[in-house]
């Protein structure tokens, strides 16, 4: 009986490494973000017409050739102000041209610049922000910057940049740049110091770790879900910026296309022709709560207390 017993059962051997091994399933960060962005079916829904729009929006003025300085149907009365139907989607303007054409040849413009001065606020403020919340020598005087900026009218500096460099892409970039950075840093410098005096950075700074190396590895890993809910406010808002910019002829100028120009090209006609007004404000207002939705939901699946 007892040999049988014994036949049962037989020794382990004993593994050091085996025996320090923690059974836990594997975790990706970044498996863990798209797999809880892509649980909700109506922001993937909101994500994928946001694609087709900026996709669309980049290749069809290349196709239509649109300008706002080519009227080839000014003379021919018949080609004016046609109302929205299947041989003209959106209609056609005071000279003939497709409304269609105008509004994606704007809403293109409108959101490459948006791209472009989000990309330089981020690349600009995020570091100096780390910085400016990690150093108190630096807050001093980063303080009084700030301060001096923050007090500058927005519309005062777009008409005086507007008038030294002129209008155009280049010079709306510079003014939708040139001060919000700063506004970017201070906000980073405060989500900085609410972390940054925490038990694992004093003890990183006592064993001698870099500055650098502490913002980089301890720091801004924790902002990525911050950092992404501040870009979904952005971008919608840099598009609203040019769109005002250009309504108030700060903006592109008459010879490049744009929301806000085509929205202002457009006002004085609401009254006998409503549609020409109102088709590139519901564009600009899809495009814009499409980007805070897509944004915003993916700020939330970046957030690891998300992760299920």
Not at 74 to 81: C, R, T, V
Not at 258 to 267: C, D, K, N, V
């Amino acid at each position: 009986m007892d040999t049988e017993n014994t036949n049962l059962f037989e020794f382990a051997a004993f593994d050091e490494l085996e025996s320090e091994h923690i059974a836990a399933p594997r975790y990706s960060y970044w498996k863990s973000v798209w797999r809880t962005f892509f649980k909700n079916k109506f922001t993937v829904a909101v994500a994928i017409l946001l694609i087709f729009i900026v996709a669309f929006a980049l290749i069809q003025p290349m196709k239509s050739g649109y300008s706002p300085t080519v009227t080839p149907n000014i003379n021919n009365a018949d080609m004016k102000f046609l109302k929205p139907g299947p041989g003209h989607i959106f209609g056609t303007d005071h000279v003939g041209n497709e409304v269609f054409d105008a509004v994606w040849a704007g809403a293109r413009n409108s959101i490459i610049i948006s791209f472009i001065c989000t990309a330089i606020n981020m690349l600009v403020g995020i570091p100096i922000g780390a910085l400016w919340g990690f150093s108190k020598k630096m807050d001093k005087w980063m303080i009084e910057v700030y301060n001096i900026i923050s007090n500058i009218p927005f519309l005062l500096l777009a008409m005086i940049l507007s008038y030294v460099l002129g209008a155009g892409m280049r010079s709306l970039i510079i003014t939708m740049t040139c001060t919000e950075w700063i506004f970017v840093a201070y906000f980073i410098r405060t989500q900085v110091m609410i972390i940054r005096d925490r038990e694992y950075n004093l003890a990183s700074k006592c064993l001698g770790t870099r500055t650098g190396t502490m913002i980089v590895k301890n720091i801004l890993p924790y902002l990525i879900s911050v950092i992404m809910t501040y870009i979904s406010r952005q971008i919608p808002n840099l598009i609203s910026y040019e769109v005002f910019l250009s309504y108030m002829g700060l903006g592109l100028g008459t010879t490049n296309a744009s929301l806000g120009q085509t929205i202002s090209m457009y006002t004085s006609y609401m009254k006998g022709y409503p549609h020409l007004f109102w088709i590139p404000v519901s564009v600009l207002a899809i495009i814009s709560i499409s980007l805070y939705i897509v944004g915003q939901k993916l700020a939330d699946a970046a957030d690891p207390r998300t992760h299920m």
